[in-house]
């Protein structure tokens, strides 16, 4: 049973950072690409980063630069440190194994 858990979301001014933590079991981990998602209120969910079995990373236009995924497959977890943060990067963030497995996600909400 393959379960994947977000955390590290919450509130946070603009320009403020966050690292978001998904944590998996059930699975041989570091044979899957892992990505994250966001789904803004109203707006289709994006695919936001991924990181492939071999460490090679992509990021969306909206967030390179300010984003950075990680793996560590000893602990079996995959990380979105999310710095600069902006107003629009609002959204529930969640992460995804390969293409069949998703967690439920964390809340990001970017205010004043």
């Known amino acids: 049973q393959v379960q994947l858990v977000e955390s590290g979301g919450g509130l946070v001014q603009p320009g403020g950072s966050l690292r978001l933590s998904c944590a998996a079991s059930g699975s041989i981990f570091s044979i899957y690409n892992m990505h994250w998602y966001r789904q803004a209120p109203g707006k289709q969910r994006e695919l936001v980063a991924t990181i492939s079995s071999g460490g090679i990373t992509n990021y969306a236009d909206s967030v390179k630069g300010r984003f950075t995924i990680s793996r560590d497959n000893a602990k079996k977890t995959v990380y979105l440190q999310m710095n600069s943060l902006k107003v629009e990067d609002t959204a529930v963030y969640y992460c995804?194994?390969?293409?069949?497995?998703w967690g439920k996600g964390t809340l990001v909400t970017v205010a004043s």
């Open positions: 995804s194994q390969g293409i069949a497995y």
